[in-house]
Each structure stands twice: as C-alpha cells, then as structure tokens.
DNA sequence: GTCGATAATGAAAGCGCTTTCATCCCTTTC
DNA sequence: GAAAGGGATGAAAGCGCTTTCATTATCGAC
C-alpha cells in the first residue's frame, strides 16, 4: 500500500475518504460546511490512518501560525509563573501553543526572542514589562501581531498594556504605612526599574508626612528569601532600629521574619515587615504578611481577552488596562 | 515600490541583491557556501528591507520545525522549573523554540498536548515524569520526535529518560536516618505515583531497621508551605513525640520548621525535619534544611544533549540516563 | 415545470521557503 | 594547453496544506 512506512497526508485521507483534499481540510477547518455522512467517511479514514494534520504547511497556507510568544525574564523564581499559567491554559483551550522565552533579568535575550516570535509569525507577542529599546519598538509595530506588554503601564504602549501602576502601589504602601503610625521605615529594593517606580514614588509620598526619610538598601533582582540575611545586617547597619521593612517581594519578607526570629525580635511587636505580591505563602507564613496584592492569573486572562477579541477582528478601545492592586494588610504589619 | 507595504520576503531580497533566491536561502542556512562579496550584498539587501526569514515557510520545505515541546503538570509552585529554565536557555542556543504544555498535576492536558506538539511536527518532546497511557505511548513512539522523559527512571522508556531512581531516594532516606538514630520518622507523602514509590521504598527498607513503623500522612501534590499547618495537626495527632519528619518538598519542610517554632519547638533538638529538593531555601532557611539534592539543570542540560546528539545524526547507546542525587546533610536532621 | 437560491464539493493556484541538479567559470595539475 | 576538479550560483520542483472560484445537485416557490 502506497501509505505504508510515512506519515499519512491531508491527500491520503481525502483519497481513502474518497473525497477531495479540499473536503477534508473544511472537515478540520469549517466543519459546518461539510454533510455530516461525509465528515464521518473522513471521521473514519483519519482514524484508520492515524493522521494528524500538519499545521505548519496549515500555517504556512492559511498565515495562521497559531502560536503566542511570552517571553519573561525567568521562571524559577517568579512572580510571573501565575500569569503565565493562566495565559498557557487559556491559549491551549484555543488550540494555540505558546512559545515561551527567557530574556534574562536585564531583558539581553529580548531582542532575539522576538525576531524568533516574529519569524514564526506569531499572532501575539506577551511579554512581560515594558519594552525600553526604541528599535525593538519600531520592529515590533510594524507586524500584524497583537503586542502585548505586561505588569507596567506605559504611557504610550506599543500596542495593548495590561498591568497596574507601580508609582501608585508606592504612594499607597507609604500612605498605609503612615496611617498605621509607622515612623522609620527601612526600603530594600531590588535593582529594577520597576522596584525603583515603586521606591521613587514611596519616597515623594513619606517626604509629605514630614517624617524622617527612611534608610534603603539594594539587592539584585528577582529578590527572594537568601537575600535575608545580607539584608538584615545591612539594615541593622543603617539605622538599628527601624519599625518597618517594606520588601520587593514576598520571598523576601518571609526571609526577614526568619531573620528577625533568629535575632531575637518579635514580628511586629518589634518589627514590621511588609511584602509584595502576595504569593500563597504570604498568607500562610507564621506571622501572616503583609503584601500587596497582584492578580496576576488576572493579568494572565485579561492578556488572553484582548488576544481574542483582536482575533475576533475588533477594535481595542482601551490600549492601558489597568488591573489594580490591594494591599492586604494581615500580621506582619 | 512593490515591496512598500506588505511583509517583504526571500524573493524580495534576492532581487534587491541582485542573486537568486536560492542564494539568499543558503546565506541563511548555509552561509559558508555563499562568496563573502554575495553575502555582503544580501546583508545590505536585509537590512533595507527588514526581512526577517519565515520560518513557517522554511520549515515546511526543510522539514525542521526547529521547535520542541516540553510538557509539565504546572509551573506556578514547580520543582521542574529548574529544568525548564535550563532547557528553554539551552535550546534557544541553538535556534530551536519551546512550546510549553501545561498538563495538569493529573496529566489529563497530556493527550492533546502530545497532538498539539506532533501537529506542528515537534523535533523533540519533553515530559515530565513518565507516560502511563499506552495508546500515547504508542503514538509517540511512531514519530520521528525524540521523546524524553525526564524526574523518573522507567523501565522501558518510549525512547529516552533522564532523571533518578525514587525508589534509591527512599532507600537512601531511610538508611541515612537510621544511621543518625532517629527511631520515630513520620513520612508525610504527597498523592503522586513518585512520592508514593519513594514512600514504600523507605517503609521497605525501615523495616529493615526493626524499628517502629513510622507514621503517615499524605498531602496534595504539589506539596507546598501552606501544607505545613494541616500537616502539623495531623503529624501532632498521630504521634505526638515523632523525631524527625520526612517531607515530599523542601517547601513543606519550611513551613514545618516554622510551625515547630510557632508550637515552641527546637528544630532539630526537640524535632528534625528533612525536605525533598534543595531548592535554594533549603541553605537559606533557618535552621538550614537537609534534603535530597535534584540536579534539575542538569535534567535539562542532559534532555538537550540527547536532542543534540539525535539532531546529529548520533545513535543514542544509553536510553536511560541516571542523573542520581544526594542527600544533603544540614542542620535541620 | 422552471427559476433562482442554497448547500456541498472539486479543481487548481498558491503560501514562502529549501534543495537537488545543472551550469558556469576559475584554478590546478601534468 | 587541456583535462579535471571545485567553488559559486541559478532554475525549478516541490513541502502539505488552504482558499477562491466554479460546478453540480437539491430544494422551494411561483
């Protein structure tokens, strides 16, 4: 048999059907059209074939690639893995695939990774921050894919942003903190252009309460629970007794609580920590901590929605969508 | 000019450098071949245009897809991130993409991810853990993929695996803490079929010891911190003086140590926790935790070796490749 | 019974590349 | 100086699908 030892094509399906190739592609593509006694002579051939349909010569027909490029910094230690997540799951559900890519934590592999998304004709492109390189901007309004620039909010995207403002969680943090009495708090903040947003915005909001301008340290980003302990002696350097430490992430802030523990002091009684992000383990830690809340599956579905709704042919009105953020006050401050 | 608004192609190139498209072809895939003078042109030619090559295309007429699938139950709380990150690195290196599949911690995403990887004709697929369901294993075993299965050691893998022996691991476990002398262990085991082969490994070989047969608890995979307190009670419940817990995740054996510690008890002097994993808390958390090292880079290094050398045209001797473990000994046990 | 719709299908021309085979021209080599 | 070899390039035939356009069959409606 003609079909024995390769992979059996749309044509061999057809011919075993005894339809033609058109036929069998509307049966995968525009089933509707096809008359249901026809679609199960086909229904049967592919069973008996094994076939599966080749989507890059579909993709390459059709100009439909079906694919999404999300590219993040990293995974180990993310706080983007919900998001993530979110985006895989409800992609596959469309029958498109993602093509996941590393940027590194200064965004190096960025350019890279989107002439890979570009070449595959992407339909959307995620990523996750905002692109700062002019010519990577340029390059990327020209195509027809959906951009879609993630946990910033950019003034003029390049195309759809969904994220939340970074100045505002550092006005709120420094207004919530105020409120609750504090009067010297410590910042650790990571080296990124966002944690510096949140930071700059904490500062100018502190400065109106006419309160003493609390002590910074840096760590590297992504910030996780090992920096703890460099941090601790790094703040007890700077000022010995501040009331509370207000952390990149929550990681972090569990370090801390650690750290204080193993010195001695009392979570808050002696010394407050706040985190961000609000991972699971914040509300799960002994004593509970404070963070700030990001949904981020939501970022995850929201980026979905606009994907869809571009692929369903509509406009989209609002280029900035803004998901919010809450600061969840629990035990730790 | 006819090539001002639409994406510009190979032809379009070929013609502004005056060469034939099969040249500009090889200066992409084989540029050795092409005079330096030519390639020179068609850089230039690239360049004014900005042409980025269509993969889609090309890997229809090329038969490479350049694109491999790698397939995990999630990554929001994954021990395997270690591995994809690796890979994802890795791969890229090479101009190769990953799709990644998310399968659900019951795998039941697996078939239609497994159709998904094969439609776009994957060079290469990467599970995590190993295929149980025949008919899938049948049907990778058809394709001209490179399979890998990777975290367990099956007997008879599709094609290849990588990862180490739960069943060691359990052994191990068992002897170590035999050999340190504790005598009550409490195993809290997550309800995956590699925690429970690990589980029933260590009962076997405590049986050995003739000492009290430990008790159990079991926890939802993925086990994480917020298991701790459940686990505490329960632990509590069954034994109220067990000397050392053996946990499924590193994660879990924090979140242990810190209820211990909410509780009033010394890790290890009152109770000695061991974790599963050496995530990067496990030296950073205090007490710092022993647990059984996982090369998780080194699972994904080894995975695109095996494609690598499958990409070469290399025959692969050893299917199954034992990465091995270690436990680590430190304060906690 | 005829006509226009409508539904179902087929024929064929691509989609934008890669690759085989052939060609041409310049070096070597004796 | 002719033959042989090799390097660089071009022509053209696909790769396995999709989709437009045309065709045929079917069905009411008048």
Chains 1, 2 share one sequence.
Not at 191 to 213: K, Y
């Amino acid at each position: 048999m003609a079909t024995k030892n390769r992979v059996p094509k749309l044509e061999d399906v057809a011919e075993r059907a005894g339809v033609s190739p058109a036929t069998v592609s509307r049966f995968y593509n525009n089933p509707s059209v096809v008359a249901p006694s026809t679609a199960e002579k086909i229904r049967k051939a592919v069973a008996e074939l094994g076939y599966v349909p080749d989507l890059i010569a579909g993709g390459l027909a059709s100009r439909r690639s079906r694919l999404v490029a999300v590219l993040v910094p990293e995974i180990a230690h993310s706080i983007f893995n919900d998001t993530i997540e979110e985006m895989v799951s409800e992609l596959s559900r469309d029958g498109l695939i993602v093509m996941l890519g590393l940027t590194g934590m200064d965004d190096s592999g960025m350019p890279k990774l989107i002439e890979a998304a570009l070449a595959r004709r992407a339909e959307g492109v995620i990523l996750s921050g905002i692109v700062a390189n002019e010519t990577l901007r340029q390059q990327l309004q020209g195509r027809s894919a959906t951009v879609i620039e993630t946990w910033g909010l950019p003034e003029k995207p390049i195309d759809v942003a969904v994220g939340f403002s970074h100045e505002a969680v550092g006005t709120d943090l420094a207004r919530f903190l105020a409120a609750r009495g504090y009067r010297r708090p410590h910042l650790v903040v990571g080296n990124g252009v966002r944690a510096r947003m949140r930071r700059d915005a904490f500062l100018r909001e502190w400065a109106q309460t006419g309160r003493r301008t609390p002590t910074k340290s840096d760590v590297e980003i992504p910030t996780h629970f090992g920096h703890a302990r460099m941090v601790w002696r790094q703040v007890m350097e700077l000022d010995p007794k501040p009331d509370v430490i207000v952390c990149g992430s929550d990681l972090l802030a569990q370090g801390l609580i650690v750290e204080a523990y193993a010195a001695g002091k009392r979570v808050p009684q002696d010394i407050a920590v706040v985190g961000f992000g609000n991972l699971s383990i914040a509300g799960e830690m002994r004593p509970t901590i404070t963070s700030v809340d990001l949904d981020g599956a939501r970022i995850g579905r929201e980026a979905v929605a606009v994907l869809r709704r571009r692929a369903a042919g509509e406009k989209i009105a609002n280029r900035v969508i803004d998901i919010g953020f809450r600061i969840i006050a629990r035990e730790s401050a």
